[in-house]
């Protein structure tokens, strides 16, 4: 079983035969009189509710408020908080993207066995990740499963920097500690201006997210071990379109992207679903060759559009909600046929239209889906990369202790010369590609380390690749400056 929770206070319990629609007790007060909030939820592995939240407030499983005398000042965006477990723990921790600040804090709740509910610790509520209170996010924020199976790498990306650049912030998560953040500067400003308020999604397995901006699609791969963000491809050719949220089916091979028509050069008000095959497919150009058009609305809907797309785990279906568009305070009781119900990708992980796009297909009881869509739900469920040099809950892999090795590569960004520490006491390979894939450089690192002259590389990312026995054993992301 499985447990939504978002917009007019709807829960949705989903289990193997049944759906049920009902809702959970919220808190209104002369501060929240909106159903315009954030909401989100957490389950334990048996589907029953541990903690949910909104823009303002915390809840336990009874629907007790924890956080009455000092509120959460979440976006009502889906991509502005989330709820991690923390693994071996009764503790879980509330991440909030802070909409008055643009920085991220964490609240922590503990389990009161003796209650059987949670409570809010008050001695760490809105404690921010950085101490420096210059450096903004981006709403951007997505959590993934370590490859250990019990950590978590926060992702969130970094506003503006002074050399103009804005990349991703990852940093592990590995217990009730936060590591220093790594930086990988995958975009420039002008690529990345639109990455504010959309999507961030990740496919079920953790190797790969998507990005959405105004009118481009942006995939990155990514190393659960390691953190390490590659750049793998960029979707562009939606232009006129502007689009409104993105889905991996349950499989991986397909990624749905749904734009609205109300922005596009010929402004026929429609809203569309486009299916693009990333599995068969070898290259970025198949890709975007692969686009098939697998939705389009029957009838326009004047100022409506698709909001926001979510893989639902059990049955595979992946449903999406309809709303008015440019909502505003007071706006969000404008209702239709549309946000009364969600609606439903059937068969996702089949090709064209066979994915079977279906309107209208689970009414929401009379309640609706105001503008902030459906929540932010990562893979609670994410085990470990089996036989990966971070498997360490397997106790039969030989090189899971590789990645405790203090492998480091700096100064980032470099300039002239690059030092790569080698910790072990036999020499690596070291492999240098650039950000179209190609082999830039290849050297041997001797036991203690090596330096390397980057003075012939062009301005770029870089990705740097530690090699031993044929083996990858760590990654790291490197700039290169003028």
Known sequence: MSNWFFSDSI???????????????????????????????????????????????????????????????????????VIIPVHGSSIVLLLNWDHLTGRISYWQAELNESEGVYNVNYDSCNTYLDLDSTKAYRLNLMTVKHGNGEDWWVISRIHALIDSLQPFSVRMLNGLEFENPVYYYTDSTLDSKYFQGNQLVFN???????????????????????????????????????????????????????????????????????????????????????????????????YWSINSMLLERISGRIYFSVVRRYMVLGDDTITGPQNLHLHAIMEPNLPGELCNVQENILYLDGMFVSKEGLPNMPNYALGPLEGSPCDTLNETNSVAEVTTLPFKAYPNPVQDYLYIDNPLQTECQAVVYNAMGEEVERLIVQPGGQTVSTTNWPTGIYQLIVQQENSNIWKQSVVKME
């Open 11 to 81: 829960h949705i319990k989903f289990s193997e035969d049944t759906i049920e629609v009902g809702s959970l007790p919220v808190y209104l007060s002369d501060l929240t009189e909106s159903t315009n909030r954030n909401y989100t939820i957490l389950s334990d592995t048996s589907g029953e509710i541990i903690l949910y939240k909104d823009s303002y407030f915390i809840y336990n499983n009874i629907g007790n408020v924890l956080n009455e005398d000092l509120f959460l000042f979440s976006s009502p965006l889906s991509n502005a908080s």
């Open 204 to 302: 079920e397995e953790g190797t790969q997210f998507a990005v959405q901006n105004s009118k481009k699609v942006r995939i990155y791969n990514f190393d659960r071990c390691t953190g390490v963000i590659i750049p793998e491809c960029l979707i562009d050719t939606l232009e006129g379109f502007a689009i409104t949220s993105i889905a991996y089916s349950k499989s991986g091979d397909y990624l749905y992207v749904a734009t609205d028509g109300h922005h596009a050069e010929n402004l026929d008000y429609v809203s569309r679903i486009w299916q693009f095959d990333i599995a068969s497919s070898g290259s970025c150009e198949e890709w975007e060759e692969s686009m098939q058009l697998v939705y389009e609305e029957s009838a326009p809907y004047d």
